[in-house]
């Protein structure tokens, strides 16, 4: 007898129920933050259920994890990347890496290094974000609205990511910072 081809709902079921398990939550618990019946998750982890696009947004938001997540295949619980794995841009001097690499609903974390002088002007996000930046290593400069912070290494400033921003390294070594920016919710 041939195995049967894999279909996009036991890929649902296997994403729901590893998911459901690693955020310790039980059916009841996750299908009452998803606002569904406890009956429909149960049929979403056995792979018998053949949700709506707004039972599945729901799912989604619950757990915390892009729709297109729950319907990939299935990954191992543990993956190693290799630092050249991640995404990197140039943005002139500046180097951009990705620290995680999938998004995190509402996060974005990146790794700045900055060349001895190096300058970089930052991108204003939507109204209501918040931007953290923490200094690792030399001496970065941050611009925000018009006023001027010096950070040293372990130094973290926070500010409202929605003004004009900019970042300089004055020193003569290479600077490392790490960027956190916490983006506005989603109005439902």
């Known amino acids: 007898m041939a195995d049967r081809a894999v279909i996009p709902a036991d890929h649902l079921a296997a994403n729901v129920r590893a998911i459901r398990a690693a955020r310790g939550l039980s059916q009841q618990q996750i299908a009452r933050l998803a606002g569904v019946p406890r009956a429909t998750w149960s049929h979403l982890e056995s792979g018998t259920a053949n949700p709506t696009l707004h039972?599945?947004?729901?799912?989604?938001?619950?757990?915390?994890?892009?729709?297109?997540?729950?319907?990939?295949?299935?990954?191992?619980?543990?993956?190693?990347?290799?630092?050249?794995?991640?995404?990197?841009?140039?943005?002139?001097?500046?180097?951009v890496r990705k620290l995680l690499p999938e998004p995190?609903?509402?996060?974005?974390?990146?790794?700045?290094?900055?060349?001895?002088?190096?300058?970089?002007t930052g991108v204003p996000h939507a109204p209501g974000t918040r931007e953290y930046l923490a200094c690792e290593r030399g001496q970065v400069e941050l611009?925000?609205?018009?006023?001027?912070?010096?950070?040293?290494?372990g130094d973290v400033v926070v500010?409202?990511?929605?003004?004009?921003?900019?970042y300089h390294n004055p020193g003569r070594d290479e600077a490392i910072?790490?960027?956190?920016?916490?983006?506005?919710?989603?109005?439902?």
């Open 177 to 188: 910072a790490y960027s956190v920016i916490a983006f506005a919710p989603r109005a439902a």
């Open 55 to 95: 039972v599945l947004c729901r799912v989604a938001d619950a757990l915390q994890v892009r729709l297109d997540e729950l319907l990939a295949a299935p990954r191992s619980p543990v993956r190693h990347l290799r630092a050249a794995e991640l995404p990197v841009r140039a943005r002139g001097p500046v180097s």
């Open 104 to 120: 995190l609903p509402g996060l974005d974390l990146e790794r700045l290094t900055l060349a001895a002088g190096a300058r970089m």
């Open 159 to 166: 500010f409202r990511g929605d003004q004009r921003h900019g």
């Open 143 to 153: 611009f925000v609205a018009g006023d001027g912070f010096r950070l040293e290494a």
